[in-house]
């Protein structure tokens, strides 16, 4: 019995230091890509720097900040004295960034409990978290098409949206209707197909396409736009929220997302009103809508402490992860929960709303769960 | 030029990553050949198993090279009493390399595990999926005020009993049950007895009320929730859910779990009447002809809500179809049975030792010979005449 013991040991002594050395393979294959990054990776044009000087930048942020230098150029750095750089937490990405919040707060065996759109409304279901309707799975050998042909002639839905089961930024994510008796399938770049020339080759999930606040829709008509709200739990298990930011599509596409040329804009927490103006990927600053020619500074989002409530709701109810980007939608009815984000790009969250560590209670609960991997981020504030 | 230097990595690591699981297998095997020896001189009581040492050594080497299992059955299931043609109709262990292998990619995805892992999981999709559990009344850690809230809890809704689980924890290890007795709070862990006051809990724990079982059985043992066994399989391509067997487990000692590690011992289920078999065994491969406990005949006795117990359990395997292959812990109460708890690598060799091999059912071994399930020759040939 005692061999057996020592085996298991032994077993997960082996075990515990290759998950040790794994973030560290993958800062040393970052380090290879170094060069792609300096390349590749900055905007030369806007940069005023000199190659020499962004090459000290990213000896900095790379040995120091413990960072890839890829938000460089996306947080314009260049603009800002090197002690303002440790407020950023960088992308979650980040090898040792993401070793330190998989084992503290998203736990690998959890993830699919989200990384699963089906799963995740299993999940909402049980834990009462508002969501869009579920109407289940469908493959490519189920006879989907006479599934999605029935919904639609059967359920009082304006339409369907048809995920990747595991997909993520919008992928392949597309939008039926019934139209003249018909059903229309739209995809992200706004191709029409009809129901027989619609395939899928991977397990996907239906929802309802929701019906969104006129106020939203006001600003944007054609995409769900959502909010992304970040939240973590403290160790106390008490909701801290990081940020809020409401994503738009554009140019008549269906989907917000920002990697499908989407605009982001920063929301003041406590107000909900929004702040500051649009900002898409690539930097490119927008004040106003560019369909609807909205001004986006000081418009007040509908819901706005409902939202709030729900966010923080979730949170607390859904402690499976302790770290969410909840992509919540505002229907006429209320906030509902579209789906929860187990890794929520930081990289874009802080380009639109800031350093996540300019708000000290941020800083404060990172440190608490040892979440900060540098010195400089470290001795912030203290 | 940068992009598809970024696609080839990518395709190199995942083709690092098929590597991997490819030669997992292998390795395990070395490391269970490395153990072989132990198992032969430790793991076979030569005072129940007397065929002499020859003949074990030579069933070892035919269940390793030819059955390409680990001879960690062969005492269990007291294989030494069978012939070597009936051996084939035993799965064996679910941790046996190839065969975890090939469960893993065929019907049991390592990353759904967790539906079945962790029980406060297990718990919201029962509750999604209307499916009868136990109730719980809380879900306390360490930083919970645990002491006072266990103490509410116990008065509140006047639970003479409750159970604490942990959330992650797999053969009964570390659940307590927590009870009254003259006016103070006990907590009982296997056998030590202490104060409420000196419960320290350091994960996750699920509380729930101890469990008023069935009359009937608890005749047979009332000591500790006699559950069912029942482990299921999903058959992706006919769409529906297939009942390997069941079992009943059952507590001795006035144990408050039924779990075999415990000291319980199991029983095969006829998965036709419901009634007991006369596969009676514990841990330690001794037979049972009546309950140690209570004196009462194990062959025939009947499995109360037998048809609506089945008919959970594959419902259960049915709805969460994304956990292919599912060993289902069922308590029968007076109105029912209820689900206990789900487990994702279900004790095939504990399983087969009570219930029989699984594959004397054509059906089953039809299953896992679709699925690419069976890894020696011997099985596949079974019934081929």
């Known amino acids: 019995m005692n061999l057996i013991k020592r085996y298991y040991r032994f077993r997960s002594f082996v075990l515990e230091t290759i998950g040790r050395c794994r973030p560290l393979v993958r800062q040393f294959i970052r380090f290879l890509a170094l060069p792609y990054c300096y390349f590749r990776m900055v905007d030369w044009k806007t940069c005023p720097k000199t190659r020499i000087q962004v090459a000290g930048d990213f000896a900095y942020l790379f040995f ?26 960088g992308s979650i990405y980040d090898p040792l960034q993401r070793y330190a919040v998989d084992r503290e707060l998203l736990p690998k065996d959890n993830q699919i409990l989200t990384n699963d759109k089906g799963l995740w409304h299993i999940m909402a279901k049980s834990l009462e978290i508002p969501t869009p309707r579920f109407f289940g799975e ?177 949170q607390s109810k859904f402690t499976f992860q302790k770290l969410l980007g909840q992509d919540i939608a505002i229907t006429p009815d209320g906030p509902v929960i579209m789906e929860l984000n187990s890794h929520p790009d930081t990289l874009g969250f802080e380009q639109v709303c800031g350093p996540l560590f300019q708000n000290r209670n941020t800083w404060e609960v990172f440190k608490e769960w040892d979440l900060l991997i540098s010195r400089p981020v470290r001795q912030l504030y203290s | 030029m940068s992009s598809n230097a970024i696609t080839r990595f990518r395709k190199l690591s995942e083709n690092l990553e098929r590597l991997r699981i490819a030669l997992t297998p292998w390795f395990r095997v070395i490391i269970r050949l490395l153990a072989l020896p132990y198992w032969y001189l430790f793991k076979v009581d030569r005072s129940i198993c007397r065929i002499g040492n020859w003949q074990i050594f030579k069933d070892f080497v035919y269940i390793v ?131 409420l006051e000196e419960l320290i809990i350091n994960q996750r724990y699920l509380v729930q009320p101890f469990l008023e079982q069935h009359d009937d059985l608890n005749t047979l043992f009332p000591h500790a929730v006699n559950t069912i066994r029942a482990i299921t399989i999903f058959d992706k391509k006919r769409n529906r859910s297939l009942l390997l067997g069941a079992k009943l487990r059952t507590g001795t000692r006035k144990t408050y779990t039924d779990n075999m590690h415990r000291g319980g011992i199991s029983i095969g289920i006829d998965p036709t009447t419901g009634r007991l078999t006369n ?15 209570s004196g009462i005949p194990l062959l025939g006795f009947q499995i109360p809500y037998w048809n609506e117990s089945v008919n959970l359990i594959l419902e259960t395997q049915t709805k ?66």
């Open chain 1, 138 to 314: 469908i493959g490519p050998d189920d006879g989907f098409r006479d599934r999605i042909h029935s919904l639609l002639a059967a359920e009082d839905v304006p339409g369907l949206f048809i995920k990747l089961q595991r997909g993520a930024g919008g992928r392949n994510a597309v939008l039926a209707r019934m139209i003249e008796g018909e059903v229309v399938i739209t995809d992200a770049i706004d191709n029409v197909r009809t129901l027989s020339e619609f395939t899928i080759s991977k397990t996907c999930v239906i929802e309802e396409a929701i019906t969104q606040h006129s106020e939203i829709s006001a600003i944007y008509p054609y995409s769900v736009n959502s909010i992304r709200f970040i939240t973590i739990l403290t160790q106390s298990k008490t909701v801290h929220e990081i940020g809020a930011m409401i994503r738009f599509g554009v140019e008549g596409s269906h989907v917000d997302n920002r990697s499908r040329g989407g605009i982001a804009v920063r929301i003041d927490l406590e107000s909900g009103v929004l702040s500051g103006n649009g900002l898409s990927t690539l930097g490119i600053d927008f004040e106003f809508h560019p369909d609807s020619g909205t001004r986006f500074d000081e418009t007040q989002l509908p819901c706005w402490q409902q939202i709030r409530e729900i966010a923080k709701e979730t």
């Open chain 2, 65 to 195: 090279c030819v059955l390409r299992s680990f001879p960690g059955t062969y005492y269990p299931t007291r294989l030494w009493e069978m012939d070597r043609s009936e051996w084939a109709f035993y799965y064996g262990s679910i941790l046996d390399p190839f065969q975890r292998a090939a469960l893993l990619r065929e019907v049991s995805q390592y990353e759904y595990h967790v539906l079945a892992k962790d029980k406060e999981v297990t718990l919201r999709v029962c509750e999604a999926f209307d499916l009868p559990h136990v109730t719980t009344l809380a879900i306390l850690d360490q930083v919970d005020n645990y002491k006072a809230e266990l103490l509410k809890l116990l008065k509140l809704n006047n639970h003479h009993k409750l159970l604490i689980k942990p959330a992650l924890g797999s053969c009964g290890e570390n659940i307590k049950l927590i009870f009254l007795k003259e006016n103070q709070v006990w907590v009982r862990e296997s056998e030590e007895v202490y104060p």
């Open chain 1, 64 to 89: 120091v900040l413990k960072h890839f230098p890829a938000n460089y150029s996306m947080h314009r750095l260049w603009e800002l004295e090197r002690n303002q750089w440790a407020y950023y937490f």
């Open chain 2, 320 to 385: 969460i179809k994304k956990l292919g292959f599912i060993g289902h812990d069922i308590a029968i109460t007076a109105q029912g049975p209820c689900i206990i708890e789900l487990n994702h690598q279900p004790c095939m060799m504990g399983f087969e030792q009570a219930y029989g091999p699984i594959f004397k059912n054509k059906a089953s071994w039809e299953f896992f010979r679709d699925h690419d399930l069976l890894i020696n020759q011997p099985s596949r040939n079974l019934y081929q005449s």
């Open chain 2, 279 to 293: 596969r009676a065994m514990d841990y330690e491969a001794r037979f049972y002809v009546d309950h140690p406990y």
